[in-house]
């Protein structure tokens, strides 16, 4: 059964930095992209970041030169670097992965979502 279990997140101050990541576990044959959503109280789940295996980088216009995102391929593990944060950053932070458990069956899964408050 394929997971995918983030860590991180919690309360931090504006201006402030935090690191999230995301593992994911399981039979797993090969990770397409991986990535990063958010969803804010009262509005839809909106794309962060995404990063393909070969390290190609996608960011959202929102987050551009504050958020970095890099993956650890063995690891299986997707990272989330997040600096000058502000409070319209307040989110549930969701992990989302291209995951092909065999080389003729993959499909997307999810976190369970961490909550990242940006808060004085």
């Known amino acids: 059964q394929v997971q995918l279990v983030e860590s991180g997140g919690g309360p931090v101050q504006p201006g402030g930095s935090q690191r999230l990541s995301c593992a994911a576990s399981?039979?797993?044959?090969?990770?397409?992209?991986m990535g990063w959503y958010r969803q804010a109280p009262g509005k839809e789940r909106e794309l962060v970041a995404t990063i393909t295996s070969s390290g190609s980088a996608n960011y959202a216009d929102s987050v551009k030169g504050r958020f970095t995102i890099s993956r650890d391929n063995p690891k299986n593990t997707v990272y989330l670097q997040m600096n000058s944060l502000k409070p319209e950053d307040t989110a549930v932070y969701y992990c989302?992965?291209?995951?092909?458990?065999?080389?003729?069956?993959?499909?997307?899964?999810w976190g369970k979502g961490t909550l990242v408050t940006v808060s004085s």
């Open positions: 989302n992965a291209d995951i092909w458990e065999s080389s003729y069956f993959g499909m997307p899964y």
């Open positions: 399981g039979s797993i044959f090969h990770i397409n992209t």
